[in-house]
């Protein structure tokens, strides 16, 4: 089974794993048939007659003169919560632009769904596992932050027969070299006090009752790869540490990191035996790319529309980025900034080839009052 891609840059989120809405994200509309995303808004009517001068000729350009003018109104194309931002002053649209949203690519549903069933399904004596491998910028590091906002650690916990709901931990696997460097993560993760004389077997203990109490379902270990930078004997009592937990607790396990994070299991035939092995792979010309593009430039608000799920728009990112999602993102990011400081109130395919860096941020922008 192979995952495409997740998008981050203000959260979106639609159906059951629509995990990740920010706080002034408005609701999502149903999902069109066989799109991957939120299909894009339509165009909200207007009292303003008032369009932007045109530049160029292209297909977006046209939309911008004759009998469309009106359809093509400012900030049409966008969503609602993204057109509130357009009168607003221009660093306070630069900030809009550079925050996060996070738009799931139609093939993440299949393993979001897998991971809703580690999560509620019965527990089992051989508790199951997934690694997700990606390249760095791939989306691993969103997905997890997706199930989190999902399963939230923060809540009650159990002092009774009442159940609590499911929780998913995270934590990061980066500068783990022992055991005891693991345990402790956990519990920081979990806000326990930790004793500094505290010994490691005490602390498997504390751990194993600080998670069941909690009713974690789920243990996510980010930049499992890091695992092999510690000694071999090392990475073997780390493992032995999972393999533990998941024993203990009957606890699923999701592993994300780059293809190394496969090699980490090695070691242990019998963990091996327990993952499945999922991959992210780059983003691809077609209309699933499509559509990530079209989903995103309605949440970035620039008056004027970009076209930016147009082949020309597609090629033009895949040509500057390798399909990297993150230098996907960043991409955008740039070229929508420019768009906004030089006037032209849309992006580019020439922009999005030339225009990687981001304007001299102490001439831009005093407003933000940079430290000297």
């Given amino acids: 089974m192979t995952i495409d891609n997740i998008a981050s840059s203000e959260n979106v989120s639609r159906n059951d794993s629509g995990v990740n809405a920010g706080a002034d994200a408005p609701p999502a509309p149903e999902p069109q048939k066989g799109a991957g995303v939120d299909p894009p808004a339509a165009p909200a009517s ?43 002053p221009i ?13 799931i690519h139609p093939d993440l549903f299949g393993l979001l769904n897998e991971v809703h069933w580690l999560i509620h399904e019965p527990r089992r004596r051989r508790a199951r596992g997934l690694v997700i491998s990606g390249n760095p910028g791939s989306g691993k ?30 934590i990061q696997m980066s500068g783990i070299r022992t055991t005891k460097a693991m345990l402790k993560r956990i519990l920081e993760a979990t806000k326990v006090p930790v004793s500094k004389s505290i010994t490691t077997d005490d602390m498997e203990l ?17 930049e499992m790869q890091d695992v092999l930078q510690a000694r071999e004997s090392e990475q073997l ?41 999922l991959k992210l792979s780059a983003w691809k010309l077609g209309d699933d790319f499509k ?21 020309k728009m597609q090629k033009a990112l895949v040509k500057c980025t390798g399909g990297n999602l993150d230098a996907i993102v960043t991409r955008l990011q740039s070229a929508a900034v420019h ?22 941020i102490e001439a831009l922008l005093p407003q933000w009052q940079l430290a000297a």
């Fill in 339 to 360: 768009a906004v400081l030089d006037g032209t109130e849309r992006i580019t395919a020439e922009a999005l080839e030339t225009k990687s860096a981001r304007p001299h």
């Fill in 206 to 222: 504390l751990v194993v009752d600080t998670l069941r109490r909690m009713n974690c379902s789920l243990l996510i270990l980010d």
């Fill in 291 to 311: 559509a990530f593009l079209e989903a995103y430039e309605e949440h970035l608000p620039l008056k004027r529309p970009s076209n930016l799920g147009s082949m």
């Fill in 237 to 277: 009592r780390v493992l032995e540490i999972i393999k533990y937990l998941m024993n203990a607790l009957k606890l699923p396990v999701l592993a994300l990191g780059t293809e190394d994070a496969c090699v980490a299991f090695r070691a242990d035939s019998h963990l091996q035996a327990r993952f499945q092995i």
């Fill in 91 to 103: 660093e306070q649209r630069l900030e809009r632009i550079l925050k996060d949203i996070d738009i």
């Fill in 46 to 88: 207007t009292d303003s007659k008032e369009c932007m001068s045109p530049h160029t000729t292209d297909q977006a350009e046209s939309e911008w003169t004759g009998p469309n003018k009106l359809a093509a109104a400012i900030g049409a194309h966008l969503r609602e919560e993204a057109r509130s931002w357009l009168d607003k």
């Fill in 141 to 170: 590091t969103v997905l997890a932050a997706i199930l989190q906002k999902k399963y939230p650690v923060e809540g009650a916990v159990a002092k009774g027969p009442e159940p609590v709901p499911p929780k998913v931990l995270a």
